[in-house]
Structures are given as structure tokens and as C-alpha cells.
């Protein structure tokens, strides 16, 4: 089977039976939970699994390429994002709005939502993929100067960068249980009078069920641990809190058009 297949069998909705099973073992129960709309959602994380898995590690690419191509693209988006979204009485994109809601109705506009907050996902990966670049960049940079000479496999990085724990916690498994439990994704840690204050909640729960059913984390024996998804969260809410933001201000404006 290609890589391609795998990948593409991979963003195929997880199986109705394996997230019974990872509903139940947050032993969370909302009033209504769409286990078909929750596998879908959770076969973003899986394919993110299995990407570093069956990627080539003998293909190389240096990483100002990598920097380059994530820059050309999260241009592209930015451009297309602003030319979709900002839109006025007296704005010429006013009419596109007017007959996209014409020809689609609501579903349209439901899709053309979802489009622009996946071009927001899209910018936001691609500027973890120029940060990883760029401290690989000044990584290279530091050992060259250490070194009289560097062998030229040194000097080129991995053609991909699998996602670390911490930003499929934060970034991706966090909106997950959000949208599909109703509740926000927190953790708690008992007071000084516990003599155990290992952090708890129905997130961790849901991240290590996860991890348990779709192999999230390879390589990883044992299930990542409460304080890893209590740090990942702490260290990424204010930008996370800023995401949400802006995705408000997205669907607000798509549900004010006409």
C-alpha cells in the first residue's frame, strides 16, 4: 500500500466501536454526543500519527527549503482568507457573499465557514512549520561554528516533523473534546493537604483513551502522563484562548450575511 493510501485511509473516520469506547472511558456523558461527528474528528489526530510513521527517513530536505514552502503557503492563505472574509456593504465581495448564500443556503454557508477556520488551521501550521525550521536553521548554524568541518547529512533535516505530544494535546485534541463534550479542556491538582496531586479531569481521560485506541503517540510505551497534558495545556492558553477568538469573529461573520 502507498503512503498515499495509508494517509488517505487514515483521515477516514475512526469506527464507531472504538469511540464508544473512548467515550466511555472518560465516563463523561453529555445530553447529545455524535459518535459519527467525534470519529471524524478524531481521524485528524490519528493520520498525524501515522504520517512520521510511514514517511521515507531516508528522503532529506534542508530546512530553509522547508521554511520556504511553509512561508509560499501560509502566503497563499492569508491572501485567500482576507479575500473571503472581510466583507462590507460596500465592499465588491458583498455580491460574492450574496450569491454564495443564494445558490448553497445555509449548508453552503456552513462549508465556506468551516473552509476559513481549516485556512486558519492551515497558516497556524505553517507557522509551527517555520519555527521548527528556523531553530533548525540557527541549530546548524551553532554546530558549524563548533565543527571545522560537518558532514553534509548533518546540515539537512528531516523531510517532516511529526507533530510533538504537547501540540497534538494542546492543538488538536483539546478542540476536539471541547466541541464534542461541552466542556473545556482543563485539568485540576489537588491541594498541598493530598498527598497525591497528580493532575486529573475528564481531559486526561480523554487524551489517554485516545492515545490507548489509535496508537496516538508511537513509540511511546506508556500512556502519556496527566502532568504532560496538564503542562501542554497551561503553556498554550493564551494562544489558544486567541484562536478561539478569532474563530468566533469568523462564524459571527458568516452568520450576520444574508
Request: a neutral charge.
Amino acid at each position: 500500500m502507498s503512503l498515499l493510501s495509508k494517509l488517505l485511509n487514515a483521515l477516514e473516520p475512526v469506527d464507531e466501536d472504538v469511540v464508544k469506547k473512548i467515550v466511555q472511558a472518560v465516563d463523561l456523558a453529555p445530553d447529545k454526543l455524535d459518535l459519527a461527528a467525534l470519529g471524524a474528528d478524531l481521524a485528524v489526530p490519528r493520520a498525524s500519527a501515522v504520517w512520521p510513521r510511514e514517511i521515507s527517513t531516508t528522503r532529506k530536505i534542508p530546512p530553509s527549503e522547508r521554511r520556504e514552502h511553509a512561508k509560499t503557503i501560509r502566503t497563499h492563505a492569508g491572501k485567500l482568507f482576507s479575500a473571503l472574509s472581510s466583507t462590507n456593504e460596500v465592499d465588491a465581495r458583498f455580491e460574492f457573499w450574496c450569491l454564495i448564500s443564494s445558490r448553497q443556503q445555509d449548508e453552503g454557508l456552513k462549508a465556506l465557514s468551516e473552509f476559513l477556520i481549516f485556512l486558519r488551521l492551515l497558516i497556524r501550521d505553517a507557522d509551527q512549520i517555520i519555527s521548527a525550521a528556523d531553530a533548525e536553521i540557527q541549530n546548524i548554524k551553532v554546530r558549524k561554528k563548533r565543527l571545522v568541518s560537518t558532514p553534509p547529512s548533518l546540515a539537512l533535516g528531516s523531510f517532516h516533523a511529526p507533530p510533538s505530544v504537547s501540540w497534538i494535546i494542546a492543538w488538536e485534541l483539546a478542540p476536539i473534546f471541547e466541541k464534542h463534550f461541552g466542556k473545556k479542556a482543563t485539568t485540576s491538582t489537588p491541594s498541598e493537604a493530598y498527598d497525591d496531586r497528580t493532575p486529573r479531569g475528564p481531559f486526561i481521560q480523554f487524551v489517554q483513551a485516545v492515545q490507548q485506541q489509535l496508537n496516538l503517540f508511537p513509540g511511546t510505551e506508556n500512556l502519556v502522563s496527566p502532568q504532560t497534558i496538564a503542562t501542554a495545556l497551561a503553556r498554550t492558553t493564551p494562544q489558544r484562548a486567541e484562536q478561539a477568538l478569532r474563530d468566533t469573529r469568523v462564524r459571527d461573520l458568516l452568520q450576520d450575511e444574508p
